[in-house]
């Protein structure tokens, strides 16, 4: 039982470039997202999924697209690095939101 | 925007003593949740409080809500060198599935 996990851990980006980051969770659960966190930020939602083909924006979407064409899978796709988009991304999953999350251990995404 | 503000941003003590984290909101809210970060980890939830509860206890931990003052406060009892981590309040209001974090409280205890 895996839990979330999180691909890749490390990764570095050229301004302009694109890529995919990785959410998977073996937990059956129905509500995944998607947070940046910035130092002296906090975290921040990016895009947020409530079941497989349902997908809606957070507080911090632009240069972001998710999708989620199963429960267990919900990838972030960076469409044009950006500098602005060098942050630690985190994916977190609940069965019950009203109980709490689960997260991932997270994707350190540097862009140059 | 940022819904919790906690209070202080960092905070040192010595392994033995309490530990008290303060969050502050702005808006109502369905539930406030605690989550700890240990350096280059993941959140770990810790406990969660609901609008309608005034206190709540998890082993060491020790969280209260006053919604008339919008805030809310974690006290580690008894605190250890591995409760060292930076710990955020986040606050769920209107939908439960958008959690809205602070900039969080980096706790340091010293053996």
């Known amino acids: 039982n895996a839990g979330v996990t999180q691909t890749p851990k490390f990764q570095v980006l050229k301004t302009g470039q694109s890529m995919t980051l990785q959410c998977a969770q073996d937990?059956?659960?129905?509500?995944m997202s998607w947070y940046r966190q910035d130092p002296g930020m906090g975290l921040r939602l990016i895009h947020y999924?409530?079941?497989?083909?349902?997908?809606d924006q957070g507080e911090v979407p632009n240069g972001y697209n998710v999708s989620r064409s199963t429960t267990e899978d919900f990838p972030l796709r960076l469409l044009s690095a950006a500098p602005s988009q060098t942050s630690v991304y985190f994916c977190?999953?609940?069965?019950?939101?009203?109980?709490?999350?689960?997260f991932g251990s997270g994707t350190r995404l540097t862009v140059v | 925007s940022q819904q919790g503000e906690e209070d202080p941003q960092a905070l040192s003590i010595q392994e033995g003593e309490n530990a008290t984290m303060n969050c502050s909101y702005k808006?109502?809210?369905?539930?406030l949740q605690w989550y700890r970060q240990n350096s280059g980890r993941g959140l770990v939830h810790l406990i969660l409080?609901?609008?309608?509860?005034r206190e709540k206890h998890s082993g060491r931990l020790r969280v209260t809500l006053d919604t008339s003052k919008k805030s809310s406060s974690l006290l580690i009892t008894a605190s250890r060198a591995a409760d060292t981590a930076s710990y955020f309040c986040?606050?769920?209001?209107?939908?439960?599935?958008?959690?809205?974090f602070g900039k969080g409280t980096l706790l340091t205890v010293n053996p």
């Open positions: 999924s409530v079941g497989a083909g349902i997908t």
């Open positions: 808006t109502s809210i369905n539930n």
């Open positions: 977190a999953t609940s069965d019950n939101p009203a109980y709490g999350y689960t």
């Open positions: 409080i609901r609008s309608n509860e």
């Open positions: 986040a606050t769920s209001g209107g939908s439960n599935y958008k959690l809205t």
């Open positions: 937990m059956n659960h129905e509500y």
